[in-house]
T-cell receptor, first 113, second 115 residues
């Protein structure tokens, strides 16, 4: 039962353009959604989060959009930089008050010069 | 300030042996989590500690897995009689109950290989 899904295993974007990473979820009880970035041989690094009562949160080059009716969220990176090349995970929290995060399977983003 | 630290960074063990993995959370963080990431998969929740409350063990895959958190700080994840399917990267995270408790901060992980 995959409650959080990232359907694109990989994405390639040209430097300077917009990167859009997508995530779908099935459980409407999640209260927070988060994006993490992971480099090889390192732990995930927190990027940005959004509460389920919001539809947008912005932090510098990163913006997360939440569409609750579609149970869909996306991460926009503008402009994309070579250092953004990594695996991106979306995660969701809060089913039945649980603190654990439920993760998607990740999308490998490659920024081409 | 110092982040979450984990040791060892790599562990190779023979099938059937026991292993202990250690996590030192961010100072002042009262919540501590263990996850694991198998090859090509997302992160899978194992166990959660919050202060002196009973831990949430709902993610532990079998009774060979156990974890302790001593003094509200350092945690040890123990895997008994390791199997090849236990091979994965084991990640520890911590969060603060104040502010934004949903934001979990991860350590670098322990890569466990069972031969």
């Amino acid at each position: 039962d995959q409650q959080v899904k990232q359907n694109s295993p990989s994405l390639s974007v040209q430097e300077g353009r917009i990167s859009i990473l997508n995530c779908d979820y099935t459980n409407s009880m999640f209260d927070y959604f988060l994006w993490y970035k992971k480099y090889p041989a390192e732990g995930p690094t927190f990027l940005i989060s959004i509460s389920s009562i919001k539809d947008k949160n912005e932090d510098g080059r990163f913006t997360v959009f939440l569409n609750k009716s579609a149970k869909h969220l996306s991460l926009h990176i503008v402009p994309s930089q070579p250092g953004d090349s990594a695996v991106y995970f979306c995660a969701a929290r809060g089913v039945q008050g649980a603190q654990k995060l439920v993760f998607g399977q990740g999308t490998r983003l490659t920024i081409n010069p | 300030g110092a982040g979450v630290s984990q040791s060892p960074s790599n562990k190779v063990t023979e099938k059937g042996k026991d292993v202990e993995l250690r996590c030192d959370p961010i100072s002042g963080h009262t919540a501590l989590y263990w996850y694991r990431q198998s090859l090509g998969q997302g992160l899978e929740f194992l166990i959660y500690f919050q202060g002196n409350s009973a831990p949430d063990k709902s993610g532990l895959p079998s009774d060979r897995f156990s974890a302790e958190r001593t003094g509200g700080s350092v945690s040890t994840l123990t895997i008994q009689r390791t199997q090849q399917e236990d091979s994965a990267v084991y990640l520890c995270a911590s969060s603060s109950i104040a502010g934004r408790p949903h934001e979990q901060y991860f350590g670098p992980g322990t890569r466990l290989t069972v031969t």
